[in-house]
């Protein structure tokens, strides 16, 4: 990527390195606190969502055993797209984080898991837990921003390809599911000589198996089930189902880094960078959803994409608890609190594709500093822990 | 990967079967969803249910456990491995059983006496947990009585190093084999010992079995050299001890000096403390490869272990992503970001922590 003077004055240039030092602290307490009341609520919690997961799985899998009826295959659809989203969101990414680690159980352990998803857990671990989250919003090095396809950031040159972006756009939120196992693969890392061919067979391989799965369990086994008169319809049902996770996911995701409010930053800029100064990329670099505690789960609470970003690794369920905090931090050094409701955020996101798709462009005005009196009144989280 | 329950034992054709209807739930495992039904029907790993809690003194509980499916099994003496979740976490500990394998209702019993400053021994001494799940790992230990058993045997017994010898003597009783026993037992007093009214009534019953028993707060411990006062055929006789380290060390000198070794089988309730190293810095040893690395204390596993020439998972190297996990089989880690230390049995990330004496790793 070309050298370029910076389009926008980072909020993180204002700060002298004693705040950032101190910014760390405070953050690091925070963590502290949290991890010191871990404990059998939020056992309680994981263990009861995947339960539920569960039994909305079964539930709807039974419901389309008799696909071949109308009202059945809508009941049935719902509920499986219900199940698959918050597998994979409130359970899977979660749980892949090492967010349940702590409680030593090897069924509910990073190690372990895997999930309802064409990438295999080790590629999606690598290019997600410790690409992406360590380098996030860092241009050249955070192949989430745009996920080598798109041009999402107005730094990145434009090319005639992506005058197509809004078309393969739409194609990526249906088959969302599918451009992450491609993406996880970092063809760019190949390009560059960071990966061998022989890992990347490796990876094809377990992505290959992964996939096979995938399409014998959705597409071949549960359609068999419903019998001669059902196997259509259960296939279209599982089909409607994957479709409305993979949007899902997608809506999320994208107003998680890409909405108007988010910086991103130079490798020079981020160069021998303190714990402090990861707390603040983090902070300036992703961006919150606001919505109901029913929403929050279902948005694997991503919804809390900053408190997600700051700490990767906590319970997903304490985001809600420590945003207050967050949020005093941001007003008392004077950081933006990147937030919105969730058809403000995907607006936003929708215009930079398209805007980005033709030549030029620039950053889009930000927030500037968080301001209690213009938030709005969060609801009372679904746990209070 | 932490550790987990001892996985079940399965007939060829269960296993078939589980691996059709894995099509239908990966990336699940039918035992996912089986567990919505009853926990215990997991075959993954096998769980057991605390199903009744005896009071046996005033710090000491058995807890009856009924196992899951296809129980493999124990011979009395041995030892398990037992998984607690205590406040959401694991704890791994591992009990002597005080059941013999034939107990009519097939349940387990672990006796437990209370540390006040421990994290399971209090929970397991507490009635409120009955019901809960627990995890049983794997059957462990060579303290057994061979088949047939010996003619002439000696127990020596401490406190709650009572529990293993109960188990061997109530399979003993059931077959109605008891042979010639000599069972000295101490105990602080007289009242609150563990297992004490059973081995009373044992004695009042006639058979083979004769109790000596010794108060420790008004006769003092029981040394080796008392033996020929309390046993004193205890030469003839095949002896199993199981007590503090201090009187089974005494024992093992006093059974060699004799050039009697061989007739003396010991089990230590030392074996059960998982790793204990309080230095800064220690060897590091790598299970999959067997490499060795010496590491201080101030730097972090993966560092020092780089630094050799080894080749370890990392990611972000800062203690966020999870990518350079590793079980700690030995030994004990110090975290370098919060001074905490971790015991062996858990996952341990190495780019922020290092070793606090010798720890062995399974990477």
Redesign the interface.
């Known amino acids: 990527m070309p050298m370029k003077e910076p389009m926008i004055e980072s909020p993180l240039a204002r700060l002298t390195p004693e705040q950032i030092e101190e910014i760390g602290r405070e953050f690091d307490a925070i963590h502290d606190e949290v991890f010191n009341s871990l404990g059998e609520r939020d056992a309680r919690y994981i263990r009861s969502i995947i339960a539920l997961h569960r039994q909305l799985a079964l539930l709807s899998r039974a419901i389309l055993l008799g696909s071949r009826y109308k009202p059945a295959w809508l009941l049935g659809t719902s509920v499986l797209g219900i199940a698959k989203i918050l597998e994979n969101m409130e359970i899977g990414h979660n749980v892949m984080h090492g967010q349940w680690d702590w409680m030593n159980d090897p069924k509910i352990n990073s190690a372990n898991w895997d999930w309802d998803s064409a990438s295999t857990p080790e590629a999606w671990k690598h290019s997600h837990n410790y690409v992406h989250h360590t380098f996030t919003n860092i241009r050249g090095k955070d192949i989430d921003l745009g996920y080598e396809i798109m041009r999402i950031d107005p730094h990145q040159p434009w090319h005639p390809v992506y005058l197509a972006q809004p078309f393969y756009n739409v194609l990526l939120a249906a088959f969302f599911e599918w451009g992450v196992a491609f993406h996880d693969l970092d063809l760019e890392a190949l390009k560059k000589g960071e990966k061998s061919k022989e890992q990347l067979l490796k990876e094809l391989k377990g992505m290959g198996g992964k996939a096979w799965r995938q399409i014998l369990k959705d597409y071949i086994a549960f359609p068999l089930l419903s019998g001669p008169g059902g196997f259509k319809q259960t296939l279209t049902a599982n089909f409607t189902a994957n479709l409305i996770r993979n949007f899902w996911a997608y809506a999320i995701i994208f107003c998680g880094h890409f909405p108007d409010q988010c910086y991103t930053f130079s490798q020079e800029e981020t160069e021998n960078e303190t714990r402090g100064g990861f707390y603040v990329r983090q902070l300036l670099g992703a961006a919150n959803i606001e919505g109901s505690p029913v929403f929050h789960v279902m948005a694997g609470n991503l919804g809390y994409q900053v408190e997600h970003h700051i700490f990767p690794d906590m319970p997903s369920s304490r985001y809600a608890q420590i945003a207050p905090k967050v949020k005093d931090i941001c007003e008392r050094y004077g950081l933006p609190y990147n937030s919105g409701r969730l058809g403000k955020q995907f607006g936003t996101v929708q215009r930079t594709i398209l805007r980005l798709a033709f030549p030029g462009g620039e950053p889009r005005p930000k927030p500037g500093a968080y301001r209690p009196e213009d938030a709005p009144v969060q609801g009372r989280p679904l746990i209070a822990v | 990967?932490?550790?987990?329950g001892a996985p079940v034992k399965m007939s060829p054709l269960v296993a078939g079967a589980l691996k059709v209807l894995e099509?239908?739930t990966?990336?699940?495992s039918p035992d996912?969803?089986f567990a919505?039904i009853n926990p215990l029907w997991s075959t993954?790993?096998t769980l057991g249910r605390i199903d009744r809690v005896h009071r046996e003194t005033d710090d000491s509980t058995t807890v009856y456990i009924t196992p899951g499916f296809r129980w493999g099994g124990h011979r009395p003496g041995q030892y398990l491995r037992v998984g607690f979740?205590i406040?959401?976490?694991?704890?791994w500990r591992a009990y002597s059983l005080s059941s013999d394998q034939d107990r009519p209702d097939h349940k387990l019993t672990l006796t437990v006496k209370r540390k006040d400053d421990g994290v399971v021994s209090p929970w397991v001494n507490d009635p409120r947990n009955l019901g809960s799940l627990v995890v049983l790992g794997a059957v462990e230990g060579e303290f057994v009585l061979p088949e047939p058993p010996p003619g002439k045997i000696l127990f020596v017994t401490a406190g709650s190093g009572i529990t293993p010898v109960m188990a061997m003597l109530q399979a003993l009783d059931r077959t109605d084999a008891l042979p010639d026993v000599v069972h000295v037992h101490s105990s602080r007093t007289g009242d609150d010992s563990i297992f004490g009214a059973e081995i009373d009534a044992l004695h009042e019953r006639p058979n083979g079995y004769r109790l000596v028993r010794r108060i420790t707060s008004t006769e003092g411990r029981a040394e080796p050299a008392h033996l020929d006062e309390l046993c004193p055929d205890w030469r003839e006789r095949q002896t199993y001890a199981c007590g503090p380290g201090a009187l089974l060390d005494a024992l093992t000198d006093h059974f060699r000096a004799e050039g009697l070794e061989d007739r003396l089988h010991v089990e230590s309730f030392e074996h059960f403390v998982m790793g204990s190293g309080t230095g800064e810095g220690g060897e590091v040893t790598l299970s999959a490869t067997g490499t060795q690395v010496t590491c201080d204390g101030t730097t972090p596993i993966l560092v020092a272990a780089e630094a050799a020439g080894a080749e370890l998972p990392f990611?972000?190297r800062?203690g966020?992503?999870?990518?350079c996990?590793g079980l700690l089989e030995h030994g004990t880690v110090r975290d370098l970001r919060?001074g905490e230390t971790t015991q062996a049995g858990?996952?341990i990330r190495t780019c922020v922590n290092s070793p606090d004496g010798p720890v062995t790793l399974k990477l």
């Open positions: 990967m932490p550790e987990s099509k239908f990966s990336p699940l996912d969803y919505l993954r790993e979740d406040d959401g976490k694991r704890h990611g972000c800062m966020i992503c999870h990518t996990t919060t858990k996952e």
